[in-house]
């Protein structure tokens, strides 16, 4: 079946303050104020206030402004300090995997996209959900590009959504195409599994994998090579289980419920479907492993594997919209 598509955000903000008291000295007399080193708010050496910041504090009187100028330009030095330390001290996840040759939108839309609001983005992945397109399978390589298209225009204009919902698609082949539009290398927020479409990206392998239908070895292989390379910024290793938070109550959990899933899962472990098929969801622990394998990590399957993020929680606000599904 074809999956969902839409729009999907995720608001994250980190707003610091900093609170504390001022000690005012008494005036000295005239002359007797030693030199000193200009730290001057604006000045060398201290960092520059913003525009937003500095145009309200002309409205100020004397001594009112001097005190707010300081205690700002105070907060912006100790905030910069901290996102620095922060950024510093953030480890480098041990385990990541290659970039996988991936085919570009323009080659199968060329200029036929449709006016589409901007691309919304998650702060990383931490699960990838595996999809079938529930087309045809005995396809030429060569006409995996119009099919997509074609999966393209059945969900934009017959649908009125406004993109494919996948984030990458791979033909039995084994060539993968990106999907989704805004960058396969940042963690766009796709709009493949129902309620579920947050911190997860949705690879679609191209054709019907019903029990039966042989999945090719390529074709695994290439889903595989993605999983490893979207989850590794993450540190989730692909063997793992993660918690997402469902949003929207028209998956298998009810909106705001904090279910645990595999970190490589089928479309169905989050929503009552087939897809992505018995023959494809059956071959996902073969998944798993070899995109553990692309990470670097060892055959281990037991409590001394790197989890990585498997007690992950975000809260999602919902946007029906993007959550619609086919029956």
Same mark, same amino acid.
């Given at each position: 079946?074809?999956?969902?598509?839409?729009?999907?955000?995720?608001?994250?903000?980190?707003?610091?303050?900093?609170?504390?008291?001022?000690?005012?000295?008494?005036?000295?007399?005239?002359?007797?104020?030693?030199?000193?080193?200009?730290?001057?708010?604006?000045? *060398?050496?201290?960092?520059?206030?913003?525009?937003?910041?500095?145009?309200?504090?002309?409205?100020?009187?004397?001594?009112?402004?001097?005190?707010?100028?300081?205690?700002?330009?105070?907060?912006?030095?100790?905030? /910069? @300090?901290?996102?620095?330390?922060? /950024?510093?001290?953030?480890?480098?996840?041990?385990?990541?995997?290659? $970039?996988?040759?991936?085919?570009?939108?323009?080659?199968?839309?060329?200029?036929?996209?449709?006016? #589409?609001?901007? *691309?919304?983005?998650?702060? #990383?992945?931490?699960?990838?959900?595996?999809?079938?397109?529930?087309?045809?399978?005995?396809?030429?390589?060569?006409?995996?590009?119009?099919?997509? $298209?074609?999966?393209?225009? %059945?969900?934009?204009?017959?649908?009125?959504?406004?993109?494919?919902?996948?984030?990458?698609?791979?033909?039995?082949?084994?060539?993968?195409?990106?999907?989704?539009?805004?960058?396969?290398?940042?963690?766009?927020? %796709?709009?493949?599994? #129902?309620?579920?479409?947050?911190?997860?990206?949705?690879?679609?392998?191209?054709?019907?994998?019903?029990?039966?239908? @042989?999945?090719?070895?390529?074709?695994?292989?290439?889903?595989?090579?993605?999983?490893?390379?979207?989850?590794?910024?993450?540190?989730?290793?692909?063997?793992?289980?993660?918690?997402?938070?469902?949003?929207?109550?028209?998956?298998?959990?009810?909106? %705001?419920?904090?279910?645990?899933? *595999?970190?490589?899962?089928?479309?169905?472990? %989050?929503?009552?479907?087939?897809?992505?098929?018995?023959?494809?969801?059956?071959?996902?622990?073969?998944?798993?492993?070899? /995109? /553990?394998?692309? #990470?670097?990590?060892?055959?281990?399957?037991?409590?001394?594997?790197?989890?990585?993020?498997?007690?992950?929680?975000? @809260?999602?606000?919902?946007?029906?919209?993007?959550?619609?599904?086919?029956?």
């Amino acid at each position: 079946m074809v999956p969902p598509t839409g729009r999907a955000h995720l608001a994250d903000p980190a707003d610091r303050t900093h609170s504390g008291t001022m000690r005012v000295p008494r005036r000295r007399p005239r002359g007797a104020r030693k030199p000193r080193s200009p730290r001057i708010p604006g000045g *060398p050496g201290f960092p520059r206030l913003p525009r937003a910041v500095a145009a309200p504090l002309g409205c100020l009187p004397g001594v009112a402004a001097a005190v707010a100028l300081v205690l700002t330009a105070y907060g912006v030095e100790r905030a /910069a @300090e901290t996102s620095d330390a922060e /950024a510093a001290a953030r480890p480098a996840p041990a385990f990541q995997a290659p $970039r996988p040759s991936i085919v570009p939108r323009s080659v199968w839309l060329g200029d036929a996209a449709r006016d #589409q609001p901007p *691309p919304r983005y998650d702060d #990383q992945v931490v699960a990838v959900f595996v999809h079938h397109t529930d087309s045809p399978n005995g396809y030429d390589c060569a006409d995996a590009p119009g099919i997509i $298209r074609g999966l393209y225009d %059945g969900q934009t204009e017959g649908r009125d959504w406004d993109d494919l919902g996948y984030n990458f698609v791979v033909d039995r082949c084994g060539t993968v195409y990106e999907g989704r539009a805004g960058g396969t290398d940042r963690p766009v927020t %796709g709009a493949h599994t #129902q309620g579920f479409n947050h911190r997860t990206a949705g690879i679609a392998a191209l054709g019907t994998f019903t029990e039966g239908v @042989e999945v090719p070895e390529v074709m695994l292989r290439a889903i595989a090579a993605v999983t490893a390379w979207k989850l590794g910024p993450s540190g989730t290793d692909p063997r793992a289980e993660v918690r997402l938070v469902s949003s929207n109550g028209g998956s298998r959990y009810a909106a %705001g419920t904090a279910a645990t899933l *595999p970190a490589v899962a089928g479309h169905s472990d %989050g929503y009552m479907t087939d897809c992505p098929g018995a023959a494809l969801h059956a071959r996902l622990p073969e998944i798993r492993d070899l /995109a /553990a394998r692309l #990470q670097g990590r060892d055959a281990g399957t037991g409590t001394d594997r790197d989890t990585g993020t498997d007690t992950e929680r975000v @809260e999602l606000e919902d946007d029906a919209r993007n959550e619609e599904l086919s029956p």
